[in-house]
T-cell receptor, first 109, second 118 residues
Framework: GQNIDQPTEMTATEGAIVQINCTYQ??????LFWYQQHAGEAPTFLSY??LDGLEEKGRFSSFLSRSKGYSYLLLKELQMKDSASYLCALMDSNYQLIWGAGTKLIIKP | GAVVSQHPSWVICKSGTSVKIECRSLDFQATTMFWYRQFPKQSLMLMAT?????????EQGVEKDKFLINHASLTLSTLTVTSAHPEDSSFYIC??????????????FGPGTRLLVL
């Protein structure tokens, strides 16, 4: 089966850097996604990793290590609008997304 | 980027009535759409996978006769909650898979439909 773990909640300061970790176990793997979800809204796509390494996209970067079953989302120069839940999702061998429970990120001034 | 719309965004209905939610991919064709339900402070729960021109695949524990899914075209899928009850009150979100050339199989989400059954 599959399993995804990510912290329930994190707090960071405006302007700082935060790293949200995601670990997973799976028998089939077709990539790992990160989505952002503001309260009361649907998720929006942030990043996709299928090969090991770091993918940078502006203030957001995502890292993957397939051998370790590990990914992280790195957010730099935090802004208040970054307060949201961040969902880690694994794409399995059937191309279905398996969702983590999400990490609620609270940004303080 | 790919845009997915959902209608209605809000619906309040009486117990026992049926509610239809539409999901449309606006600028791409989606052979596969997904229906999710999300309760407050919980993660997304996949209800069913909707394939154009064929029957939907329901996740374990989801009643197919209660949650009717129709995917009649490459840009439209509908979810009908039949005989809705208060426990069906939730945030329903659809997503569509964009398989455009060179694209990662990303799912793009509609804005969601908040259902309140009185």
């Amino acid at each position: 089966g599959q399993n995804i773990d990510q912290p329930t909640e994190m707090t960071a300061t405006e302007g700082a850097i935060v790293q949200i970790n995601c670990t997973y176990q799976t028998s089939g793997f077709n990539g790992l996604f990160w989505y952002q979800q503001h309260a009361g809204e649907a998720p929006t796509f942030l990043s996709y990793n299928v090969l090991d390494g770091l993918e940078e996209k502006g203030r957001f970067s995502s890292f993957l290590s397939r051998s370790k079953g590990y990914s992280y989302l790195l957010l730099k120069e935090l802004q208040m609008k970054d307060s949201a839940s961040y969902l880690c999702a694994l794409m399995d061998s059937n191309y279905q997304l398996i969702w983590g429970a999400g990490t609620k990120l609270i940004i303080k001034p | 980027g790919a845009v997915v719309s959902q209608h209605p965004s809000w619906v309040i209905c009486k117990s026992g009535t049926s509610v239809k939610i539409e999901c449309r991919s606006l600028d791409f064709q989606a052979t596969t759409m997904f229906w999710y339900r999300q309760f407050p402070k919980q993660s997304l729960m996949l209800m069913a996978t909707s394939n154009e021109g064929s029957k939907a695949t329901y996740e374990q524990g989801v009643e197919k006769d209660k949650f009717l899914i129709n995917h009649a075209s490459l840009t439209l899928s509908t979810l009908t909650v039949t005989s809705a009850h208060p426990e069906d009150s939730s945030f329903y979100i659809c997503s569509a898979r964009d398989l455009g050339a060179g694209e990662v199989e990303t799912q793009y989400f509609g804005p969601g439909t908040r259902l309140l059954v009185l």
